[in-house]
């Protein structure tokens, strides 16, 4: 099947005043609804890349944001990155752009047509360690409004790293990439893990996701993280049936199947009975791209 050419796409959308070249984000939104009936907005997924804080961008996600774009609002979102030139950008600017991020998407709700307190995170790898700063640790979200954390209802991570005292046990070499981006003091280093932050705050749902094909990261990040949910009262499960290499696993169908059934899942608890029953037969329906 292909993808549905009335699709909407947004790029290179500036999510603050600087107009610098990363702090953008781009806007996949579903065809207009033909319904007459009702009028049903959807929820939103903020897509977060990894890259090791270093690398990726937004672009690699296009098929992905436009597949999921048949049935949510989609954010595909880049931020600045610690690199030979730019060796200024640091911990905590990463997590405080993809702040900025989510606060310029649920401001910008109602011009684009969806639903400003309907936010599902999706980060992957070091886009999960991210995810995991700004649930976790509510002073980068209130920051831009006290109530911006409350409107995320749903956080997936997909081959997350949680935890950069672990990762440099389990490898060395990736002091690379870390130290440039957050030094190498491990008071510092387990004070900004995603896996060591204290809750102060309500978590939202949590979908964790790993394969076991991953060559980069470890399975145990994701098993100690999904410990530390739970063990603090979140509602947490882990899914490790997926197939695919730390990369791959991202552009894979049965993960927007995962995602597809993880925001379902939450929106049928607070939705109204249409938008459960139009939401549910779509997935019912989910086509084989």
């Given amino acids: 099947m292909s993808i549905n050419k009335s699709l909407i796409?947004?790029?290179?959308?500036?999510?603050?005043?600087?107009?610098?070249?990363?702090?953008?984000?781009?806007?996949?939104?579903?065809?207009?609804?033909?319904?007459?009936?009702?009028?049903?907005y959807p929820p939103?997924?903020?897509?977060?890349?990894?890259?090791?804080?270093?690398?990726?961008?937004k672009n690699e996600f296009t098929e992905l944001g436009r597949k999921l774009s048949l049935?949510?609002?989609?954010?595909?979102?880049?931020?600045?990155?610690?690199?030979?030139?730019?060796?200024?950008?640091?911990?905590?600017?990463?997590?405080?752009?993809?702040?900025?991020?989510?606060?310029?998407?649920?401001?910008?709700?109602k011009e684009y047509g969806y639903l400003y307190d309907r936010i599902y995170l999706v980060g992957n790898s070091a886009g999960a360690f991210i995810s995991g700063q700004l649930v976790l640790n509510s002073?980068?979200?209130?920051?831009?409004?006290?109530?911006?954390?409350?409107?995320?209802?749903?956080?997936?991570?997909?081959?997350?790293?949680?935890?950069?005292?672990?990762?440099?046990?389990s490898y060395p070499e990736y002091i690379k990439f870390v130290e440039p981006a957050f030094g190498n003091d491990k008071n510092i280093l387990k004070s900004v893990s995603p896996q060591?932050?204290?809750?102060?705050?309500?978590?939202?749902?949590?979908?964790?996701?790993?394969?076991?094909?991953?060559?980069?990261?470890?399975?145990?990040?994701?098993?100690?993280?999904?410990?530390?949910i739970k063990n603090s009262g979140g509602v947490v499960e882990i899914e490790t049936s997926l197939k695919g290499k730390h990369d791959e696993i991202m552009q894979t169908n049965e993960l927007i199947q995962k995602i597809t059934e993880f925001i379902i899942t939450q929106e049928s608890k607070e939705a109204s009975w249409n938008q459960v029953v139009e939401v549910a037969m779509k997935s019912i329906n989910f086509p084989m791209f």
Avoid at 44 to 57: E, K, L, N, T, Y
Wanted: glycine share 6%; aromatic share 10%.
């Fill in 196 to 228: 060591y932050i204290s809750f102060n705050t309500k978590i939202p749902p949590y979908l964790i996701i790993h394969s076991l094909d991953d060559e980069l990261v470890g399975i145990d990040q994701s098993n100690n993280y999904f410990k530390h």
């Fill in 71 to 109: 049935y949510y609002a989609v954010a595909i979102v880049n931020y600045r990155l610690t690199t030979i030139d730019t060796p200024e950008i640091k911990n905590p600017l990463h997590v405080q752009d993809v702040a900025a991020a989510i606060s310029w998407v649920s401001s910008y709700a």
């Fill in 9 to 40: 796409v947004h790029k290179e959308l500036s999510y603050t005043s600087s107009e610098h070249p990363l702090q953008k984000l781009d806007l996949y939104l579903p065809p207009p609804s033909t319904s007459t009936e009702i009028e049903c």
């Fill in 44 to 57: 939103v997924v903020v897509i977060i890349h990894g890259g090791a804080w270093r690398s990726g961008d």
């Fill in 139 to 169: 002073e980068y979200l209130n920051s831009y409004d006290p109530n911006l954390l409350g409107k995320i209802r749903g956080v997936i991570g997909v081959e997350g790293i949680y935890d950069l005292i672990n990762l440099l046990e």
